[in-house]
């Protein structure tokens, strides 16, 4: 039996914290409101994505983006600074075509491709010979040196359709892109093809990075578009000897000078605490960055604007971090660590949107026990907004260099099942964002960023 | 203290739970990759949109639509009939047109209209005059006769964006839609602009059914673009007696001849217990109903197409209906009712998706609470594939004249955020639909039938 103060007591505890509840109900239902109302987040996307377009490192596009975002937070934010980050630049070149070799001009079939970021170029001569499909690197060193010098490598590895979060099949084939060119050089190809990372058959290819490795000749890399690996793949099996050819005008610069844009609301009561919202502002040179990640950077941004207009004084600082060249080299965002921890700045968490803007579905994090028990409880409060699913390990490329401090590093997840349509390619336009998406995300965002500010991250 | 037996009692009833429970992961997990991988859902939409198009009861392509999905049918299941429905017609005429009038020809604004399905035509000469805006019919009522005889009424209410799941934002707007033209008409109005059901700033105008009440004078109709709306009211603020014009020919034809499209794939145990999974075969005259419910009819008919591939034969009787005349009638699901009720079919559930083609987030449902608590207990199994949120009232227009026999009636509820830009529009075609999560969709709705077939309603 429990004494009437007791329960007293009990009622008031519970009554207190509903009360709470309530509140935080009521401030996350403004925060959404203000974006889906007054939101600055699609126009923002409009202008990154259709009068700057794509961004990539060490690209008049890339400068116009920190030009641009610099200005743009610099309305909204306490202080506004820019980064200097030294980043790699690679360029794609004129032209980029292969196609099977047939008897005359009139049979040769063309096909859909585009260089590798980071790859080397053909020179203008182009290279073909015969193509050797494989679906993996066992398959590969299995064929040997014999059966591999002086060829083309053609990477089929398809990826699973039966992923239902489609990262996890990106997961298990972009290898052959990343390390695809070295692992075959090492054996004498001269070079290498690699299906896109695409799950639908379509008609346009997907770049992204690849490595080379340290000793490994540095041979040319292109990606096919998912419809034509298949329709290479077929006419091998008719004909194993089929010239395959194909011709890239990229090369590798020196290194230029750009920076991260970092903008900043000052916190009333932990100054120095620094709770980081970000994506990255580069982009590659297909497309125009919308999803990736033109959408993780206005969702950043509108976090700012959204806590500004509603007049919430955050206790900590809230800083937005725009990160340069996450796409081919993480400059950006290994720079942005390294003078954290040079300075001595205390982050308590770093939450990343690159995984498109699209309707949400919830947060992947690394971080403690402690901390992903703490968001599960708010699980009532972001359940509304169809943010259901907090298990996921993650968190974000760019804030991935944070890891060493020990804070909770978190990524913003949308629905996966339309992100690889887009992906590194031509398709990954303004028109693909739908308007409401966009700002759930950024409204999602900012509820975690008020929740986090509230009850820390202990 | 429990004894040795009851222990082992309890572990032996909570192992054959788990492994129940594994089993039927397994079987789910089959079904997603039935149709991830050999799906038809997508190239049967293809067909059905791009091929047959647009389907409005009573027209050749609603005509089409019957005899092809009766034919893909009679590939997948034991039996396939046409069921007789009489539908109306009303066809939307050769052009339709309304501009803010200027002083000549080149002051005019022309303003992007469509007629809504069921209105008069406006005759050869169209009508004009002075236009009164209004938000809602109380608003209406308080300018009265007076204020509104001889004029054209503009219904302006937009939906409200702050609503996250948008069906309730239509919920909350459709009513000037489906009402405006006679509780304007019955003070006297010449006829009504509604803006459209949609929640961006779009360029085209949405369509959809008006019910003219009874004894009020019927009058023309349109609805106009959320953005050219917009501008209306803008431009009636600066002169309020702006003088507004629109042309309409359509018609109201006599009823016709159709029909439901029904096929089953037959239960082993309890043949005469049958378990309906449907989408409307009909849609509006504009696009090509891709997602309003092309989407609902092939994800119904691979429901099937699983069952049939994966070998499971089911206890109770499968059957699939495609509606007719769910958009300016629901004499398809009135009659499919009838014709039960009438030869005492017994049905033990009726599932219905007819709210797009977009990714999982759950059902909704009409339906008791022991129910609902079945339901969710099988979450654990159909949260990994996206389908979340069981607790929303629901099911289907053409499943609700089913009501009366108590039986659970459910809608499979996809994402809502991108709905409201296609809904009874143009721009309803193809090209919006994401072949993942189109076989999603199709994927869910198969789970729920499966773990319904195994463990009942009860």
Known sequence: MYSKQILLGLLCIISCNLSAQTQ????????????????????????????????????????????????ELANIGDSVWLQPVTVPRWIRGESEEAYIKGRGKKDMIKLNV???????????????????????????????????????????????????????????????????????????AIGVVVRSMGL???????????????????????????????????????????????????????????????????GSEYREELIVVGGHLDSWDLGQGAHDDGSGCVQSMEVL?????????????IRVVLFMNEE???????????????TGEKHIVAIESDNGGFTPRGFNMNASTEFRNKVLGWRPLLEPYGLTDFTREG???????????????????????????????AEDTFDKISKRELELGAGSMAALVFLIDKYGTK
């Open 328 to 342: 081919n080299g993480l400059r950006g965002g290994i720079e942005y660590a390294r003078i954290a921890g040079a």
């Open 24 to 71: 935080d109900a009521e401030s996350i239902k403004q925060i959404f409101n203000e974006t889906l109302v007054n939101g600055k987040a699609y126009s923002w996307l409009e202008y990154l994505t259709t009068n700057i377009g794509h961004r990539l490192s060490g690209s008049v596009g890339a400068a116009s983006a920190v030009d641009w975002s610099k200005t």
């Open 200 to 266: 639908d058959q379509e008609d346009y290819p997907h770049t992204g990075s690849l490595v080379y490795a340290a000793g490994a000749p540095q041979i040319p890399a292109i990606a096919i578009a998912t419809k034509h690996a298949t329709l290479l793949s077929q006419r091998l099996k008719a004909n194993v000897d089929l010239q395959f050819f194909f011709e890239t005008h990229c090369e590798i610069m020196p290194d230029v000078q750009s920076y991260n844009v970092i903008a900043e609301l000052k």
């Open 114 to 188: 585009c260089a590798l970021g980071g790859s080397v170029g053909t020179g203008p001569d182009g290279i073909g010979g015969n193509i050797v499909e494989v679906q993996n690197f066992e398959e590969l060193k299995a064929l040997g040196a014999n059966r591999i010098k002086g060829k083309i490598v053609f990477f089929n590895r398809p990826m699973d359709p039966t992923a239902i979060h489609t990262f996890s099949a990106y997961g298990g084939a972009v290898e052959q892109r990343v390390s695809g060119a070295s692992e075959a050089a090492r054996l004498g």
């Open 395 to 425: 968190g974000g490329a760019d804030i991935s260099p944070l890891a060493g401090t020990g804070i909770p590093l978190i990524g913003y997840m949308p629905d996966s099942q339309r992100y690889f349509n887009y992906h590194h390619t």
């Open 305 to 317: 604007r959204i806590f500004k207009m509603l007049g919430i004084v955050p206790k900590h600082t």
